[in-house]
């Protein structure tokens, strides 16, 4: 499309998406002293974010530092040396040091405008005994009073409004089964009620961030918000300068001026089912946001952008969806004791607490195509909170859908799964072994502090194993999930998008989930897909601001 001979908007910035790293961006455009619109797609607003845990890994933040905790720059970037590599341009060097030098600049603009954070004090990297590997990282908002988004409520994409904490996660899964997980329970309850009798609806973890953001960018900042948007092109100049926006508003089109830039942060194309059986060799089962289809990426190439990491995504197990419902992401539930993952032969092929992301790499390449599930005994449905298994509703569809079996014994539950009982069977009597002398002598799982942070400690000597012996015996189909994918727009530290030659094309800049990631193949730690998308939103918004 030609630069038109006069455009229906103008503004400094424009930001296409309303998750993480489009609001960050606002913030930091806001804070510049420039103007800014963002545009959602969808009808939603708040992306995978609002949707999501609202952890940000943050490495050497300032809360850290506050509490007299000690991390630096330089023990930052080794973890990430040591964990992500050099897997390609997006995670070169120069892109790790600028998320870890900007760290500090995105924590205290946040809140300067009124975000108000907490660590998550007892939650470890994802590889803590690597050079470098800390505890307690991760930052999240404090729960808030999400009346304050007022009529914008209703069009969010969170799911509901909880105030819940990251901390609060690993202990509410076992809440009936421990002191500790009672305690941080009726803690929780409590909260609930205080919020209640002040007319609040609190909301914290992914709800609570985006709410955050909006008070701070929408309604403090007065930035508009439009919903129903699409973005349909880049609209680029003669010298290669995307100049501005043309989307769709109401049914008609309308273009927009971005005289600073324009920022593509519309999440990457978990939904595509075309593109993901391109690129990643099946239909997936995403968790995230709906609307991420892939469309801006696609424009992005248009205007002559490189990509990368298309073949990767931030992978993980999920119960497989009945009809009806959606893929159910489980975290906490494979580490807790008397449970293990088996493949369609009934063999258990990884350890089932390793990092999510490690362990649907490792369902990928074991068998991508085969059936997975997961087999717990009844101490494991009596003793803890299973997130996946809690609306008698969905349980019922499982079961229609033979998604959920259940049988008196470990035999009659491999007939119904399709797995031969002899080799299930010894595979139990195998890992039950190893629950008993506390050491897995397979895939070590409850070696890492990783393992043991969603363990049971009263389980001894290992918290993530427990012998499979109690009837009844179930079974859930799992399947290879997501939470967003990695690949797209390459761009330089700045989040300037980048051409095949390393050239920047002015004027056009991507963060988040809509950028490759500078975490590569891996995943650090909790929040490492916010965290970066918030940083590198920021830094976006100050290169405009200097340009």
Do not use: Q
């Amino acid at each position: 499309m030609t630069i038109p001979d006069s455009w229906d908007h103008t503004y400094d910035v424009v930001v296409i998406g309303s998750g993480g790293a489009g609001f960050a961006t606002a913030l930091g455009a806001i804070d510049e002293g420039l103007s800014v619109l963002l545009v959602e797609g969808s009808a939603r607003w708040g992306g995978s974010t609002a949707m999501s845990g609202g952890g940000m890994w943050l490495p050497n933040n300032p809360l850290m530092r506050r509490a007299g905790l000690r991390d630096s720059r330089e023990e930052a970037l080794t973890y990430l040396e040591a964990t992500v590599g050099v897997t390609g341009r997006a995670t070169s060097r120069e892109r790790k040091e600028a998320f870890v030098d900007a760290v500090d600049d995105f924590v205290t603009t946040a809140e300067k405008h009124g975000l108000v954070f907490a660590r998550a004090t007892d939650y470890p990297d994802y590889y803590p005994e690597l050079p470098g590997g800390k505890i307690g990282r991760s930052l999240e908002v404090e729960p808030l009073n999400s009346r304050i988004a007022g009529a914008w409520w209703k069009t969010g994409n969170a799911p509901a409004a909880m105030p819940v904490k990251t901390d609060d996660v690993w202990l509410l899964g076992r809440a009936w089964s421990t002191l500790g997980g009672f305690a941080r329970g009726a803690r929780l309850v409590l909260r609930v009620l205080g919020g209640l009798v002040r007319g609040h609806r609190l909301a914290g973890i992914g709800a609570g961030l985006a709410t955050a953001f909006l008070r701070a960018v929408v309604i403090d900042g007065r930035a508009p918000l439009w919903l129903g948007s699409p973005l349909e092109e880049l609209i680029v100049d003669d010298d290669g300068r995307v100049a501005g926006v043309r989307i769709t508003r109401d049914g008609r089109p309308v273009t927009v001026a971005a005289t600073r830039g324009v920022m593509l942060a519309a999440g990457g194309f978990d939904h595509n089912t075309e593109w993901r059986r391109r690129f990643h060799g099946i239909d997936g089962a995403p968790s995230g946001n709906p609307g991420n289809l892939g469309g801006t990426i696609e424009l992005a190439e248009k205007a002559g952008a490189a990509v990368e990491l298309m073949d990767d995504a931030w992978w993980g197990a999920s119960v497989a969806a009945a009809p009806g419902h959606v893929p159910a992401f489980i975290v906490g539930e494979r580490s807790l004791p008397y449970s293990i993952i088996v493949d369609a032969r009934g063999d258990r092929f990884a350890n089932e607490s390793e990092s999510y992301v490690d362990l649907g790499h490792h369902m990928l390449e074991h068998d991508k195509d085969g059936a997975y599930w997961m087999i717990a005994d009844a101490r494991h449905a009596r003793r803890y909170l299973r997130t996946f298994a809690l609306d008698p509703r969905n349980n019922r569809a499982m079961r229609e859908a033979g998604i959920l079996a259940k049988a008196p014994t470990l035999d009659e539950l491999a007939g119904r799964i399709g797995v031969e009982p002899d080799r299930l069977r010894a595979t139990v009597e195998r890992f039950n072994g190893f629950a008993r002398c506390g050491v897995d002598g397979d895939f070590g799982r409850g070696n890492s502090a990783y393992d043991r942070y969603y363990g049971d400690p009263t389980v001894r000597p290992n918290p993530c194993l427990g012998p499979l012996e109690k009837s009844p015996f179930t079974a859930f189909k799992v399947v290879i999930g997501d939470l967003g994918t990695k690949g797209g727009v390459l761009t330089d530290p700045d989040g300037r998008a980048l051409r095949e030659d390393g050239t920047v094309i002015d004027g056009l800049y991507a963060a988040g989930n809509n950028s490759a990631s500078v975490m590569g193949r891996t995943y650090p730690g909790p929040g490492s897909t916010i965290g970066p998308a918030v940083v590198f939103g920021l830094r976006a918004a100050r290169h405009m601001a200097r340009g």
